[in-house]
């Protein structure tokens, strides 16, 4: 997968659900990593279809100790919901395009959803993410740092306007890379609570262990803490 034909699967989902109504959102969040002592700030713009399609525009920014604002990724992603065997059951797909100053990557995800109550549902995700440029392996070869994900997104309605999520995610390197814990493969699991306020507001908080960073010999852990405002 290159750049164009992933712009060309966002312009044909974005095409596909512009005819659907929805509401569009502003979003901004601020993330804390324990181990680094880093700090990161996102701000987003998305819009959610009322058929179950979405399209996602993210810049973030590297603000370090609280000492500096630089530049850190532009991210464009998309989803379009493809089949639905039941009621139940919905099969969606998606894609995204990312840069940085190292170059520039992106993804295609294959998502499976099935609603078990009103107050539970369950995602499951494969996801390739794909880097468009070199990096140097450790054979000291230029290759992609290419990753197959693994994902789970276990949803629960805890009250009316509290939602928790519980989302482990495994990932592993399909070349000869490895990832911060010294390994061909590592976890990240985030656990998600969000709270509507009213129609419009929505803070949420997130809580994520990153494995080990063998960088910092220590358990990397980071808190996210975002505001949502839908129009």
Do not use: C
């Not at 005819?19 to 959102?25: E, F, L, V």
């Not at 230029?142 to 306007?161: C, G, I, V």
């Amino acid at each position: 997968m290159n750049k164009a034909k992933s712009l060309l699967l966002i312009t044909a989902l974005i095409a596909s659900a512009s005819a659907q109504a929805g509401r569009a959102y502003l979003e901004t969040r601020e993330a804390y990593n324990t181990a680094s002592e880093l700090n990161e700030v996102i701000l987003r713009a998305g819009y959610n279809f009322d058929g179950g399609a979405g399209v996602m525009a993210t810049n973030a920014y590297n603000i370090g100790k609280f000492d500096q604002l630089k530049h850190g990724y532009n991210e464009l992603e998309g989803w379009y919901p493809l089949l639905r065997p039941t009621d139940q059951w919905t099969i969606s797909s998606g894609g995204l395009v990312n840069s940085n100053s190292a170059g520039s990557g992106g993804a295609l995800y294959l998502d499976n959803n099935y609603k078990f109550l009103p107050v539970f549902n369950l995602t499951v995700r494969y996801r390739y993410n794909r880097s468009n440029y070199d990096a140097i392996d450790f054979n000291g070869q230029p290759a992609r740092n290419d990753t197959h994900e693994f994902a789970s997104y276990w949803n629960f309605k805890l009250t009316d306007d509290l939602n928790y999520t519980f989302e482990p995610h495994y990932f592993i390197r399909v070349n000869d890379f490895h990832s911060k814990n010294g390994k061909g493969h590592h976890w990240e699991i985030t656990n998600k609570f969000s709270y509507k306020i009213d129609t419009h507001w929505m803070p949420y908080l997130e809580l994520q262990w990153l494995d080990r960073w063998l960088d910092y010999n220590a358990e990397q852990y980071r808190i996210r803490i975002g505001l949502r405002y839908t129009f």
